[in-house]
């Protein structure tokens, strides 16, 4: 798993990443296309289903401190009458701009698709998310235009919708 100027390690999302959830998760600037911060209930809840064995959910550590930087995760999500794996990611300011969620993102990817139960990965970012549309281009996903949805619960938002075909996969 390569990222620029380094390699990106993926670790199963632990017991003790509640901290860098929160910062994630927790921090207005982060979710700025994600529908505004979690609150610290919230945030437990995720953390319980992140550290969960087989969640999906894991620590990205940047290679140059290793440090936690981030997160990816994958998770089954049907979409037009099909089952697939949704991805997700998110990087630290600290560590952003370096190729760490690009890479990131493509292990995540590969590990989608070697858990074996779905033929296709999608992605839901915000159309004004440069970085993480940037991600999805770069991967070789198609978009297959927008749609609104309601997320996080309680709020309409329009999202750009992703779909890579495992077997297309750059
Ligand atoms: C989206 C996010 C994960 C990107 O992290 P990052 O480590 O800075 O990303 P990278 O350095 O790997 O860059 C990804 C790509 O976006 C491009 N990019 C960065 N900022 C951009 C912008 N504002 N507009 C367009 N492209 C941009 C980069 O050039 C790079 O493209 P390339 O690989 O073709 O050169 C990070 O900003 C983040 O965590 N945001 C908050 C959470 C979030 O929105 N997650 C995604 C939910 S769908």
Known sequence: MSAE???VRLVHWGAGDLPLLSGLVGDPAMMEHLGGPEGEEKIRDRQRRYEAPGSGAFKVVDPASGEGAGWVGFWPREWGGEEAFEVGWAILPAFQGR???GAAAA???GLAEADGRH???LAFPAPDNGASNAICRRLGFEVLGEADMEYPPGRMGRWNVWRLAFGRRR
Do not use: R, Y
């Open 5 to 7: 100027g380094g390699e």
């Open 107 to 109: 292990a995540i990817v």
């Open 119 to 121: 033929d296709a990965a």
């Open 99 to 101: 190729g760490l969620a």
